[in-house]
């Protein structure tokens, strides 16, 4: 499954080329790729790469965020070109209980382009996934850019918005039998249990 990211957080359209998400099938969870521009802008971060970093989102990152929207259980995953990566398990709105679980991610950055491949085990996903959204922030100060593969619509923005990633009730419909197969059970998550 592939998508493209296409505008920014509040519904206007990007100017460079979509980053793109994929998901699929890997050895013991779900494989997600990233492929698109580097901006390169902010620095990278002080961690080193393959590491967990908090606070990733204040860096260039792609992030994609995996719900269950009838207990607002959520898995976020945040992806940066410079090989740092953040798993967050939030329950309800905004609550991370864990984060910075290990993951295996590679990053590659040639010229002004990135591609990053990253194994998100079974474990890490709440039961029940029925949404999710995509999103990919670069630049610093005045430029920085929050964009959105589901945004908030137009004439629903009030004046003085700012982009929140959290904003559940704008995220699509989205099963993970989709590119597993229907026949497919999701594993059972030690991580989720009494989270309902």
Not at 25 to 40: I, R
Not at 85 to 94: A, E, M
Request: proline share 10%; with cysteine; aromatic share 14%.
């Amino acid at each position: 499954m592939q998508f493209s990211i296409e505008n920014t957080w509040d519904s206007d359209p990007v100017s460079h080329e979509p980053i793109r998400v994929v998901f699929s099938s890997g050895p013991g969870g779900m494989k997600l790729e990233v492929f698109g521009p580097f901006f390169n802008d902010p620095a990278a971060p002080a961690g080193p790469p393959s590491t967990p970093f908090p606070g990733l989102w204040n860096y260039e990152v792609v992030e994609s965020f995996f719900l269950d929207s009838t207990s607002e259980n959520y898995l976020e995953v945040e992806l940066c070109p410079h090989g740092q990566h953040l798993i967050l398990l939030l329950s309800g709105v905004g609550q991370a209980f864990v984060q910075q679980l290990p993951m295996v991610f590679n990053a590659t950055i040639k010229g002004d382009r990135w591609m990053g491949e990253a194994l998100v085990p079974w474990s890490y996903f709440p039961p029940n996934i029925n949404k999710m959204n995509s999103y990919a922030i670069h630049g610093s100060g005045e430029k920085r850019t929050y964009e959105a593969l589901y945004p908030v619509p137009k004439d629903e923005l009030t004046e003085g918005q700012q982009p929140n990633f959290h904003r559940l009730e704008y995220f699509k419909d989205f099963r993970l039998q989709s590119f597993m197969g229907e026949d497919w059970v999701q594993p059972e998550s030690d991580l989720w249990r009494g989270k309902s």
